[in-house]
């Protein structure tokens, strides 16, 4: 006869085997459904370039930087799908863009209207940058930072004026992509211009400006009279004045007419032809021929030679039209007048750089403006 714990013992066994087949059964249930979901995850990826894990590896990289950003994670699907959204819009953007030099050409396409020497000064300024960082020439735009532009321009050049100079027209750049879509932003409204000392203002002395008269007058050097005359008492740029023929010319009016076209800042302008200039003009061109230049051939020498049969050395560019404006102010003490005779956009410009009053009297300015005869006499120490 049995014991009673044997038959328990029995009892207890055949109650635990049917327990433990349906663990047996539904953790194979389990493994039956992961394995048809991996399998179902693996035909979705074929042909993708990336396997389940890789899939996974991708899932876990996103959900540890955005939780190391955001802290905890509501819903890691919704995190996942948000990466991938903007992610997706990031990814086409980056793909919208041009190489540096595709924007350069597109920018010369759209912009035929301005001046050559304009279009021949943005390429000039373009072409350093690109020789001095071959880098730049295929950089996409929309990948330049502020320090790319940076160090650009740094390294392009090594004056404030070129520095400013390169800084404007790299902005000028990145405005035009950034209006086409093909940069998120201008990286370089975050660069502040560099502050230039200006230089002081010397206008031409009363002795200066009769020695360069009486050269002048010579028969070698009379073609270039009128030229020199028009920068001197009306203060047009010495690029203006090769554009210009006698047909700009009004004598009968009184003015000079610089079309939109030949100025330097691209607006029109009237300038008044002062009787003294009349009658420099009278003096040393009796005969003017509409739609002839101004300016004679070889204008670049010959004006070249007048300087240095007049004595000057060291000949400052603009120094004729700071000498217009000094005399001007002294004379007619009327800033808004002259800055529609200069064809600047503001008065500002004028007090900062184009002034010099400290080497010229009121008296001088008198005699500036009234007879060609008595500026020619004057002696070395700039009086009658």
Request: aromatic residues 8%; positive net charge.
């Amino acid at each position: 006869m049995k014991s009673y714990f044997s038959i328990r013992m029995v009892d207890n066994m055949n109650k635990i085997k049917p327990m433990n087949a349906v663990g047996v059964d539904k953790v194979g249930e389990a493994e039956a459904g992961e394995n048809e979901e991996h399998r179902a995850a693996e035909v979705m990826l074929r042909g993708r370039g990336i396997d389940c894990i890789g899939a996974a590896r991708v899932v876990l990289d996103i959900l540890d930087r955005v939780e190391y950003c955001r802290g905890k994670i509501d819903s890691a699907a919704q995190v996942c799908r948000d990466v991938v959204t903007y992610g997706v819009e990031e990814y086409i953007h980056r793909n919208n863009t041009v190489s540096f030099r595709e924007l350069v050409e597109k920018v010369m396409r759209a912009t035929p209207h301005n001046r050559p020497r304009s279009r021949a000064e943005f390429l000039q300024y373009c072409r350093r940058m690109v020789r001095v960082n071959p880098w730049l020439v295929n950089m996409p735009v929309r990948q330049l930072h502020v320090t790319h532009c940076r160090e650009v321009i740094e390294k392009s050049w090594s004056t404030a004026p070129t520095r400013n100079k390169a800084r404007r027209i790299l902005h000028c750049l990145l405005a035009f992509a950034v209006r086409h879509g093909w940069a998120k932003e201008n990286p370089v409204e975050r660069i502040l211009p560099l502050p230039v000392q200006e230089r002081r203002i010397r206008p031409l002395t009363l002795a200066q400006i009769g020695r360069l008269l009486r050269t002048l007058s010579c028969d070698e050097h009379r073609r270039c009279a009128a030229a020199v005359g028009l920068m001197l008492w009306a203060g047009v740029r010495p690029a203006e004045v090769e554009r210009l023929t006698w047909q700009d010319v009004d004598m009968e009016k009184g003015v000079v007419y610089i079309a939109a076209e030949h100025a330097k800042t691209g607006g029109a302008r009237q300038v008044t032809l002062h009787a003294v200039l009349l009658e420099w003009l009278s003096m040393m061109c009796p005969v003017r021929v509409p739609f002839v230049s101004v300016v004679p051939r070889g204008w670049i020498r010959r004006w070249r030679d007048v300087r240095i049969a007049a004595g000057f050395r060291n000949w400052e560019p603009d120094v004729l039209r700071h000498t217009f404006a000094s005399y001007h102010v002294l004379k007619f003490c009327n800033y808004e007048m002259l800055q529609m005779e200069m064809g600047h956009s503001s008065a500002a410009l004028l007090r900062t750089r184009y002034i010099g009053l400290d080497s010229i009297s009121r008296d001088d300015a008198t005699l500036f403006w009234s007879s060609v005869r008595a500026l020619m006499n004057c002696d070395v120490k700039g009086k009658k």
